[in-house]
């Protein structure tokens, strides 16, 4: 069999894809310089970038999802189809289920509530198809506010803030498992959310609790290292070696006591490995 130059070998090779888990805390910038969005456009293909976006977690779907319809579109984006799934029988549409197979090379699910999201998401082939795609590198996918909520397997559905930790302080839920490793509160620091993510990992230590502020985002490539882009700082809340905690001891609204707890704050540009627990400072300019 003739051997293949060099040159012609490059070109039966497809080019490596980028692509990213993005977790967005919601309120991310729109108009301006769209960072965030346009990280996630470029990790999808870009200018070749064909895009599925999910607004069901909306009160407005069809509004919520020509809005970041227009903006891809703006971007350059090849094609992009809106998933505008209302009910859980719309999951078995058969040209979306063709599109994550053959073409899709970027999905984005928008804010709004993640119960809802979760309820016409959940256990359906096309989420299967999403889950799988996004993990094994196949697509880019991102996810703000609610979008970004249900990336956890142990969701937080909802709860109060501005109180000490305790138990009664969050609402917890089953999310879409995308990253089992997490449990993931948005809009963090602009709502005071902190005790509510320290309330959620009490009772699921094992966990990494991750608090995104707006306009902030933690991208994850290859799974293990997330970096911070954005305006805000993502907290890490890490309990591994956390020595005591009175979770069993007390009623569901008194104060939780937790010993060595460790928490990082990162911003634009540090670095967090999720399996060695190791966060990185950004390179100095």
Not at 18 to 31: C, F, H, M, P, R
């Amino acid at each position: 069999m003739q051997q293949l130059t060099s040159q012609a070998l490059e070109q039966t090779i497809p080019p490596p894809t980028q692509t990213s888990i993005l977790i967005i805390g919601g309120a991310e910038d729109k108009v301006h310089g769209r960072e965030i969005l346009q990280t996630f456009f470029n990790r999808a293909g870009g200018a070749k970038a064909q895009l599925a976006i999910i607004p069901s977690a909306s009160r407005e779907p069809g509004l919520q999802g020509e809005r970041y319809q227009r903006i891809f579109e703006e971007m350059g984006a090849k094609e992009i189809k809106i998933f505008d799934i209302r009910e859980r029988h719309h999951c078995e549409n058969t040209d979306w289920h063709s599109y994550l197979d053959t073409s899709c090379t970027g999905v984005f699910l928008t804010g709004g509530d993640q119960l809802r999201l979760y309820s016409l998401l959940a256990d359906t082939p096309l989420m299967t198809k999403i889950r799988v795609g996004a993990r094994e590198g196949r697509m880019a996918l991102a996810g703000t506010s609610a979008g970004a909520a249900v990336m956890s397997h142990h969701m937080i559905a909802g709860g109060g803030s501005g109180e000490s930790p305790n138990r009664s302080l969050v609402d917890m839920a089953t999310g879409l498992d995308i990253m089992p490793e997490l449990i993931v509160d948005q809009h963090f620091h602009n709502r005071n959310r902190l005790a509510r993510l320290i309330s959620a990992i009490t009772s699921h230590p094992e966990r990494l609790g991750l608090g995104i502020d707006e306009d902030t985002c933690a991208m994850f490539e290859a799974q293990e290292k997330l970096k911070v882009i954005g305006k805000g700082t993502v907290t890490i809340v890490d309990a591994t070696e956390m020595s005591y905690t009175n979770a069993s001891k007390v009623g569901a609204a008194d104060p939780l006591s937790l010993f060595n707890l460790r928490i990082h704050i990162l911003s634009h540009g540090d670095e967090y490995n999720i399996r060695t627990r190791i966060p990185t400072a950004a390179p100095s300019l």
